[in-house]
Nanobody, 118 residues
Framework: QVQLVESGGGLVQAGGSLRLSCVVS????????MGWYRQAAEKQRELVAI???????NYADSVKGRVTISRDNAKNTVYLQMNSLKPEDTAVYYC????????????WGQGTLVTVSS
């Protein structure tokens, strides 16, 4: 079973930046898709960004131009660089992995809280 550990959340002022990290317990070469999702209070979890093992990335419209997802295969780590943060970016951010292992598997990290003050 793949395990994900996120870090990098915290309190930041509007306009600031944060970089979230997600360390994966196995080689991310074998992970089909890595993604970051977020869930704000009293809202549903939503996609922020995803990246395939081929390096293709997609972003939610709400974060395009402000957020970059990247992967370091040597470190089995996926990053989410967030710039020009807004109060509406406040949420718990979750790392997600989808991979094939006797069928499609999906795992989630424990989440890391990002709070953006105005």
């Amino acid at each position: 079973q793949v395990q994900l550990v996120e870090s990098g959340g915290g309190l930041v002022q509007a306009g600031g930046s944060l970089r979230l990290s997600c360390v994966v317990s196995k080689s991310i070469f074998s992970i089909n898709t890595m993604g970051w999702y977020r869930q704000a209070a009293e809202k549903q979890r939503e996609l922020v960004a995803i990246i395939t093992n081929g390096g293709s990335a997609n972003y939610a419209d709400s974060v395009k131009g402000r957020v970059t997802i990247s992967r370091d295969n040597a470190k089995n780590t996926v990053y989410l660089q967030m710039n020009s943060l807004k109060p509406e970016d406040t949420a718990v951010y979750y790392c997600n992995a989808k991979y094939i292992d006797a069928g499609l598997r999906e795992v989630w990290g424990q989440g890391t809280l990002v709070t953006v003050s105005s």
